[in-house]
């Protein structure tokens, strides 16, 4: 079995999917930190392909980074200058060959996020 990363974006505030929020992934490898791609949440909340496929996959260490001001602002959140939250960057680490699930879940004042399947 190949290893392969995916996530899903809800926004509880609304209780419904994040739609149209970009997502950027980076491999880290030391001080090191490579853009691997840029994804966009369909209405879903999901993206509609891996975002980081079985061809691609290695065990190491990633940043998902969520840029949650952007879909927040649009979403109709209240303004605040700067919002509390703007880019949520999130650093985990895949030691197998497996499916990884990391879904955010999003309020203008919090979020959460845990391994998921």
Request: aromatic share 10%.
């Amino acid at each position: 079995m190949s290893g392969y990363l995916t996530t899903h974006v809800l926004d509880t505030a609304r209780g419904r999917p994040a739609e149209g929020l970009q997502i950027e992934l980076f491999r880290i490898e030391g001080e090191s930190r490579t853009s691997l791609r840029k994804l966009v949440t369909n209405a879903d909340g999901r993206t509609d392909e891996q975002i980081l496929p079985e061809s691609e996959f290695r065990t190491g260490v990633y940043e998902l980074v969520f840029h949650c001001g952007d879909y927040l602002d649009r979403a109709g959140a209240t303004a605040e200058s700067p919002r509390f939250l703007d880019i949520v960057p999130l650093r985990f680490g895949m030691s197998e060959a497996a499916h990884y699930h990391v879904p955010l879940l999003l309020s203008p004042f919090g979020y959460s996020t845990y391994r998921g399947s």
